[in-house]
């Protein structure tokens, strides 16, 4: 069963992602994480899901070499740098992906009904991972700044 398929496997999914990476960063933060921390991060989740504001990302240098471009790793670069990423990859998913697909769906571009039955999936597939990557996405990004990942 495809995850995407579902928005609650989408979701899921995202909070798997999210613990996949916390685990495989450095540092104390999988064995306990403070209650201040888990908070302070579903509240700044739940503020951007209530706005509909699915990523926002700068473009530093720093961020998109993971930190590790220099003599010593450095994890809080390397967090926000992942957060980079995937708010990268979800920036070619709508401008690559889901609006192209989208034009055909709401008949703003000539299509057959096979080419729409098409883009329907493929717009749906983008969207779902999309949100996916949203919930990590945010929490690299939010996290180094509340002691959520160091």
Request: hydrophobic fraction near 55%; aromatic fraction near 10%.
């Amino acid at each position: 069963m495809n995850p995407l398929k579902s928005i609650s496997g989408t979701i899921i999914g995202g909070f798997v992602l999210a613990a996949i990476i916390l685990y495989f960063m450095p540092g104390e933060h999988v064995v306990g994480v403070p209650l201040k921390s888990l908070v302070i991060w579903l509240h700044v989740l739940s503020g951007v899901t209530w706005i509909g504001l699915l990523y926002y990302f700068n473009f530093v240098h720093h961020a998109f070499t993971l930190g590790l471009m220099g003599d010593s790793p450095n994890p809080y670069a390397t967090t926000i740098g992942i957060g980079a990423w995937l708010g990268t990859i979800m920036l070619f998913n709508v401008w690559g992906l889901i609006w192209p697909n989208q034009k055909k769906i709401l008949g703003m571009v000539e299509a057959t009904a096979e080419e729409v039955a098409k883009a329907k999936n493929i717009a749906l597939l983008a969207s779902r991972s999309n949100t996916l990557m949203s919930i990590p996405m945010l929490m690299s990004m939010i996290g180094p700044g509340h002691g959520w990942m160091m």
